[in-house]
């Protein structure tokens, strides 16, 4: 039997279902949302977006 | 020596005020009217009702904070505006009545040079028969208190969890017309993530209801995010996080009662239905405080002064058009009343001209559409901007000198999914404008180069430390003035 690691954290999505017709993220995507040293930078980058919008709107 | 009035001390007022007392000093009055005690940054009420934080973690004492500035701080709740003065004088003033437990009841009145009004929403429970934490049938994270209780019913909950019991859990909107969406997603991920990591996951069906037409509206008509080359829905991204974390959606939807253990809405497409519930949190719509205004003469001009969901009108275009003819420009830049140029009204407080989100009804006539959200970052923009033009305007300019238009500015947000320093995670994003412009942008509204958004951990420490930051600003501790909105 063939194993899909990719989307195994989805399995109560029933096919035709409104869950069934939208994207899931895969394992990797998962994975990624919490790992310390990628989230660290992404910490560090969206402080930086956040920054610019911030004083963009201050007028 | 002027004398400017703050009605309101949450996130714009309290802006307002500290930043007013700041540039103005002690040359000139600066009151601050509020029936709180304590002030409560909001942003993290979802937090405790998950048990996640306390009540003493999100709020503090205002009085040492306002005594130690020197702002004149009344606990007392704004009941009437009287912008022309009374029988005996033209100095306009409001009436307040004391919350102050030593004059709990006691009446006075404030005179005043310049008037703001921040007194934020009225959650109005009452729009929805048996919504709410008082004598109804759901549970609220609106305020502390709320949050409190809520997360004492969650707990109860779990509890009968434990001993294997499968619960039904319902959260979103709980009227046609509430706006707050983001604070209900909140919740409910807040709620899955805890169940998830107690064991006890399996033992719930998670159910979301809102009024938005689709799944990541958010009041603001939904947002575009660049990612793989394209620009993204906000609806993408929603659904995808509802069908990862396996919470099913009824969207489309105005609550139109709730008894014990069920839900009554009607759909955009006029169907009913009922949703059961062992524990729900329905966000209340909001409507104005319910100040009056009343003439030199003593007659009531409350509809000079405000529109009839009791927020008050100040410069935006207000005349009734239909959606397709709606501008950015309809938005107001200065906050003042366009009668009495010495009011102004902000964040929650101000009158918006229309929603941001297409209007819609079901066949019998119902609106069910979200009304716009005023979120932290405006609401604190706002409340500084109209500051500067007060004092700017106490100093001799003759109009107000400073604009935050909602629709040449932008928000940061951060939606947490679940709490936790290793495993939380949350949504970072920012949009720009908060408010469409799609004279300016065409097709999507937005600028895409200062619109993002993201799930993750560092979503979530930041909004943990926005939590820390925000209170620390609050509270006028060293270097307050330079944290921004």
Known sequence: ?59 | MAKVVVMGAGVSGHTAVTFLKKWLGNEHEVIVVTPNSKWNWIPSNIWVGVGQMTKKDVTFDLAPVYQKAGIDYRQAKAVSIHPEGGKDSDQPYITIEYTDPSKEGTTEEVAYDYLINATGPKLNFGATEGLGPDGGHTVSVCTADHATHANEELRKLMDRMRKGEHVKILIGTGHGMCTCQGAAFEYIFNIEHELRQAGLRDKATITWISNESFLGDFGIGGLHIKRGGYAASSKLFAESLFAERDVSWIIGAHVTKVEEGKAHYELLDGDTGVEEFDFSMLIPPFAGVGLKAYAKDGSDMTDTLFAPNGLMKVDADYTPKPYEEWKAADWPRTYQNPTYKNIFATGIAFAPPHLISKPMKSPNGTPINPTPPRTGMPSGIIGKTVAQSIVDMINGAAEPTHHASMAEMGAACVASTGKGLFNGTAAALTVYPVVPDFEKYPGLGRDLDYTFGEIGLAGHWIKHILHHMFLWKAKLKPGWALIPE
Request: hydrophobic residues 45%.
């Open chain 1, 1 to 59: 039997m063939a194993e899909n690691k990719h989307t195994e954290h989805v399995h109560h999505i029933d096919p035709y279902s409104p869950e069934f017709e939208t994207m899931v993220p895969t394992g990797m995507v998962k994975f990624f949302r919490t790992c310390v040293i990628w989230q660290f930078i992404r910490f560090v980058i969206i402080n930086i977006k956040m920054l610019v919008v911030v004083q963009k709107s201050h007028h």
